[in-house]
């Protein structure tokens, strides 16, 4: 069984800058892929960004240039590191291992 612990989330001013971090226990973290997702009120879970066991990367467009996802396998963690935030980015932001484990997200708001 895998748990996640997401932390890092908050309060900032559109133009900020936020680093999710999420914390994985009860798995091989190196062979895992890993993502983050994003939830805003009334609309779907989406995909963020997201990471190979080798270290590829993909974001979603409204994304790229903006956040950076990485992974530090001696700490079996991964981070979301956010800058430029917009209000659109306003969500509760998950983190997930290997797409079948998930934690219980880390709210983020972006005020204008």
């Known amino acids: 069984q895998v748990q996640l612990v997401e932390s890092g989330g908050g309060s900032v001013q559109a133009g900020g800058s936020l680093r999710l971090s999420c914390a994985a226990s009860g798995g091989i973290f190196s062979r895992a892929g890993l993502g983050w997702y994003r939830q805003a009120p009334g609309k779907q879970r989406e995909l963020v960004a997201s990471i190979s066991a080798g270290g590829s990367t993909n974001y979603v467009d409204s994304v790229k240039g903006r956040f950076t996802i990485s992974r530090d396998n001696r700490k079996n963690t991964v981070y979301l590191e956010m800058n430029s935030l917009v209000p659109e980015d306003t969500a509760v932001y998950y983190c997930?291992?290997?797409?079948?484990?998930w934690g219980r997200g880390t709210q983020v708001t972006v005020s204008s």
């Open positions: 997930t291992f290997s797409g079948t484990y």
